[in-house]
């Protein structure tokens, strides 16, 4: 008996040590020692002498004059993360309210053409866009040109269309998570009750605001915020479409502007600052935004 | 009646519109990649928008295997990528398992900081973990980047687990020990295959955060020996006019696999994201 329930807590404890020792690894660990490098002054020549300075990078954060400077990446970042987040949205669930009609025939073909762009790798778009904004060469350009008689874009050389060209590229590529989302909330919806619309004459519109957006809600408010973060937090796309940041660095968001301050210009101690900036930005928003809809949680019940 | 047949005529003609137009828009960039590849040597930057182009060879896919380290990056890729993907399955599950079944110190913080990863903006892990493999003498090293990749995908796949694990009763596992299981026999023959749908997802997502990956391989494999196909992939676009065409075959060569597992487990994947937060 003794023993048993010494074998039962080894073997519990066997379980959980890996866990913490992974979650010390990833989490834990990589967090304080953030702090640590954020108050501290290590660069490419303080990279083993470093020593603890307090708030200064902090404060560099919020006032050095760079170019461009923290608040204008900001706005860029927070206009980048809505257009993307309205049009993954928008046209994620218009396609799945499209697809989902019985009428359709062909549906699981469609539904695997339409998922490709999130299939496909992230790099891969990113380059093959790239390539595709190209003002000679680039297929944008071409049919611009040959199929509407349009003046061909300078892309990837001005700033306003550079940033355009790297939405353009993250719509494309998000919009097949929400519509898949949203197509199977729209699955889940009892056919009754637009039976019991029916009968009741009510028109299209209505249904969709009285029955499907209410049901669908609870679903793609999840999946909202997940991809809110995502789409705040992607370094990716920006960083290859953009190569990097051009023009003359022009075309950042947050998380590529702490890429580019730590790993291109050593600047480990600012990086670090700023990566936990955009932190608190993050989990404000998340905070916020999960309490909120927690209001539209119990729908179902 | 006749008014609303017409009607529901026009409704469903639209949608096809709609559905053909978009279909078309999703799939461009990606015939762009296979008409790339296609392009004989002498025609890489055309002003052409046919899909085959004209005398359209495999010549750049020969080219990948005989004048490029090509067929070496795979093999460094694959590597990596099935070793994250062995640890990512083994942690994963074991921890998750833990996290679902079993009481301890700091469960619930443990669990809210899985969660709040999500959130990091990317240098937040890259920037400390980076510095201590720079500490460690493990940059350039395939160990350096295995344990980056890992960590950047355990958080996920660990919470990922820890939710399928609470959709499978635990009357399960006391009916095993009742027949003579011990505690880890009862998780390793009966739940772990009944969460194999988990299992594949966590595979996946593994297998796909180490084999399509550029910034961070890029800031740790040095040598083009070390490379994997990202960071080869990349080099052939920065050189965009005499590469383009090496760019397409390779493209279309680390593509196809992952897209063919994707749309193969795609309904898992999605159940597996929302499973966490929705439980409907």
């Known amino acids: 008996m003794n023993s048993k329930t010494l074998r039962h807590r080894l073997y519990v404890f066997l379980l959980v040590v890996p866990a913490f020792i992974v979650l010390f690894g990833v989490v834990v660990y990589p967090f304080f020692y953030n702090v640590v490098i954020s108050l501290s002054n290590m660069n490419l020549r303080h990279i083993r002498d470093w020593k603890i300075v307090g708030f200064d990078q902090y404060v560099k954060v919020f006032t050095e004059p760079s170019q461009p400077d923290f608040y204008?990446?900001?706005?860029k970042t927070i206009i980048w993360t809505v257009v993307n987040l309205f049009f993954h949205v928008l046209v994620g669930v218009f396609l799945a309210l499209v697809l989902n009609q019985k009428e359709i025939k062909g549906k699981a073909l469609f539904r695997a053409i339409l998922?490709?762009?999130?299939?496909?790798?992230?790099?891969?778009?990113?380059?093959t866009w790239r390539g595709m904004f190209n003002y000679e060469y680039g297929s944008i350009n071409l049919i611009l040109t040959q199929w509407f008689g349009l003046p061909g874009v300078q892309w990837l050389k001005q700033p306003f269309e550079a940033f355009v060209a790297v939405i353009i590229t993250n719509v494309w590529l998000g919009f097949p998570f929400m519509?898949?989302?949203?197509?199977?909330?729209?699955?889940?919806?009892?056919?009754?009750?637009?039976?019991?619309?029916d009968i009741d004459g009510a028109s299209w519109f209505h249904k969709l605001k009285n029955i499907t957006i209410p049901l669908i809600r609870p679903v793609m408010v999840p999946a909202i915020t997940l991809g809110t973060i995502w789409t705040f937090n992607n370094l990716n796309i920006v960083w290859l479409v953009s190569n990097a940041g051009e023009p003359s660095d022009q075309t950042h968001l947050l998380v590529s502007f702490v890429y580019k301050a730590a790993f291109n210009f050593y600047r480990y101690g600012y990086g670090a600052a700023l990566s936990i900036v955009i932190f608190f930005i993050l989990l404000a928003f998340s905070l916020t935004f999960m309490r909120r809809s927690k209001a539209t949680e119990n729908v179902y019940t | 009646m006749g008014r609303k047949n017409n009607t529901k005529a026009l409704r469903v003609t639209l949608?096809?519109?709609v559905l053909i137009v978009f279909s078309?828009?999703?799939?461009?960039?990606?015939?762009?990649?296979?008409?790339?590849?296609?392009?004989p040597a002498d025609r890489l930057l055309s002003t052409s928008l046919e899909i085959i182009p004209k005398n359209a060879?495999?010549?750049?896919?020969?080219a990948l295997f005989t004048e490029r380290p090509f067929l070496l990056w795979l093999v460094n890729s694959t590597f990596v990528a099935l070793v994250v993907t062995f640890t990512g399955v083994v942690l994963a599950s074991t921890c998750g398992y833990a996290f679902s079944r079993y009481n301890f110190f700091a469960k619930k913080l443990g669990l809210l900081s899985l969660l709040v990863t999500q959130m990091f903006p990317a240098t937040m892990l890259l920037l400390p973990m980076y510095i201590m493999l720079v500490n460690l003498h493990l940059i350039n090293t395939y160990l350096g980047i295995v344990i980056m990749y890992s960590a950047t995908a355990l958080p996920f796949c660990i919470w990922q687990m820890k939710g399928y694990y609470d959709t499978i009763p635990t009357s399960l596992e006391e009916a095993a020990t009742i027949d003579g299981c011990n505690q880890f026999e009862a998780f390793f023959k009966i739940i772990l295959p009944l969460a194999a749908p988990a299992l594949v997802i966590t595979a996946l997502f593994s297998f796909m955060a180490a084999w399509t990956e550029y910034v961070v391989a890029a800031q740790i494999l040095q040598d083009t020996e070390m490379w994997t196909l990202p960071i080869g992939l990349k080099s052939f676009e920065s050189n965009m006019g005499s590469e383009w065409g090496l760019y397409g075959a390779a493209s279309v060569?680390?593509?196809?696999?992952?897209?063919?597992?994707?749309?193969?487990?795609?309904?898992?994947?999605?159940?597996?994201?929302?499973?966490?937060?929705?439980?409907?």
């Open chain 1, 72 to 75: 204008m990446v900001f706005v």
């Open chain 1, 115 to 127: 998922v490709l762009p999130w299939a496909v790798p992230q790099l891969i778009v990113a380059l």
């Open chain 1, 179 to 197: 519509m898949v989302i949203a197509l199977g909330a729209l699955q889940s919806i009892p056919h009754e009750l637009y039976e019991a619309a």
């Open chain 2, 15 to 17: 949608s096809y519109a």
């Open chain 2, 24 to 39: 078309l828009v999703a799939l461009f960039p990606v015939l762009q990649i296979f008409t790339i590849s296609l392009r």
């Open chain 2, 57 to 62: 060879s495999f010549n750049n896919y020969v």
């Open chain 2, 253 to 280: 060569i680390v593509t196809i696999p992952v897209v063919i597992l994707f749309l193969s487990l795609s309904r898992w994947l999605v159940s597996g994201l929302t499973l966490g937060s929705v439980k409907g």
